[in-house]
């Protein structure tokens, strides 16, 4: 499968370069689908688009037997790319900047080898191909693009799911797998802490907002040392304070926005009732306050037997020197809703190019050594080609 996958480089540098020039923000990919469907329908792959929007499906096997999904997202992000590759965007303000250009070429090479594998084995079972809108971000319900495209009718009958995830800074072809929860539930909030303005001589004469603030802030620090438990993960952050708009004058109110990771739904919850607590010290102290707590996507938890089959496939194909446990840590991925319809799983793959310079993931830099895209698309297709013919699930 190995041989067979890097026979399709060149096609897949070629198809990633394209949709690298061709950026589309979330639930706006129409160019980047209708490639995506011209290139499953040219290998002869049933194809359905316009699931959760702009997402398309492509179905491999007979309709009998179990299914194995697989997803690539295909959105890029609101960024002027600077760096002079000659594949750079053409969309001036929005770049492939997370790698979901490769990951779309990858499941198109995926197409291409399981394709090969369904005419000439015996398959029991189906692949179905997710091309995935807006992982970034989502609409104005607050809905992205896997629990649209699951609202769609997506995973239905699926019994496995299975991703994969470039990884900028990470050494090139290296596979990192993690068990259990990986990435985090990512709920941000934002708030208000009113008091009563006046002259800055006469801070007696009302209540203090910038004065309550510095009392909230150290609760909401103290919250994940004192009031979670320390063997559940979580962090709380604040990106952002803003109030005021001179030297002697207490401003009305101060507006405080920031996110809270957990891996654990019981934390999660327990994040917003502490939350809550902190900003209640706003009453205590004269003022008052508004939280508004918008949740976002939930924790990814990889389901270790799935995990397994793909550890397997890794080692086989490109030996167990390549693999490596590692924590995903505290980012949040939106496959993790498809993780939670069928059992599944999602590898990062590094895809560090081999020089000095530090490409991160939502940089004006961004971008990846394309020599890995084989390596991704062979640990996919041959865990779903084991999948079909039986030999796991
Ligand atoms: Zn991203
Ligand atoms: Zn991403």
Not at 363 to 386: Q, S
Request: some cysteine.
């Amino acid at each position: 499968m190995l041989n067979k996958a890097k026979a399709l480089q060149d096609e897949l540098v070629r198809l990633r370069r394209d949709i690298h020039a061709h950026p589309e923000l979330g639930f706006q990919e129409f160019r980047t689908a209708a490639l995506v469907a011209d290139t499953l329908r040219e290998l002869g792959i049933s194809v359905k688009t316009g699931v959760g929007k702009t997402g398309v499906i492509g179905e491999i096997g007979s309709g009998d037997g179990p299914t194995i999904a697989i997803r690539a997202d295909m959105d890029a992000l609101p960024i002027l790319q600077n760096n002079d590759a000659d594949y750079r965007s053409t969309n001036s303000g929005i770049m492939h900047a997370c790698g979901h250009d490769a990951h779309t070429a990858i499941l198109l090479g995926v197409a291409h080898l399981l394709r090969q594998s369904a005419a000439t084995e015996k398959w029991q079972g189906n692949v179905r191909l997710l091309f995935q809108p807006s992982e970034e971000m989502s609409d104005e319900n607050g809905v992205s693009g896997a629990p649209a495209m699951i609202t769609d009718g997506a995973l239905e009958g699926v019994d496995a799911v299975i991703a994969l995830h470039v990884m900028s800074a990470y050494p090139a072809g290296k596979i990192y797998l993690q068990d259990g929860y990986s990435l985090a539930n990512s709920d941000a909030f934002e708030a208000w802490i009113y008091g009563d303005g006046g002259h800055g001589a006469y801070p007696h004469a009302g209540s203090d907002p910038v004065h309550i603030l510095s009392q909230v802030l150290n609760q909401i620090y103290a919250i994940p040392s004192r009031q979670i438990n320390a063997q559940r993960p979580c962090v709380i952050s604040i990106g952002e304070i803003r109030g005021g708009a001179a030297s002697n004058v207490i401003p009305n109110q101060i507006y405080i926005q920031g996110t809270m990771r957990s891996y654990h739904d019981d934390i999660r919850d327990q994040l917003g009732v502490e939350l809550e607590n902190a900003f209640r010290i706003s009453e205590l102290m004269g003022g008052s306050y508004k939280l508004d707590i918008h949740r976002g996507y939930p924790a990814l938890f990889n389901t270790a037997e799935v995990n397994g089959w793909m550890r397997d496939v890794t080692r086989d194909l490109v030996g167990e020197s390549e693999i490596v446990d590692a924590e995903f840590g505290m980012g949040a991925e939106d496959f993790s809703y498809m993780a939670q319809e069928a059992k599944g799983a999602m590898f990062m793959l590094g895809a560090a190019i081999d020089d000095e310079i530090v490409r991160n993931h939502h940089t004006d830099i961004f971008d990846i050594n394309e020599g890995v895209m084989p390596i991704g698309a062979a640990v996919l297709a041959e865990t779903a080609r084991r999948f079909v013919t039986g030999q796991i699930g």
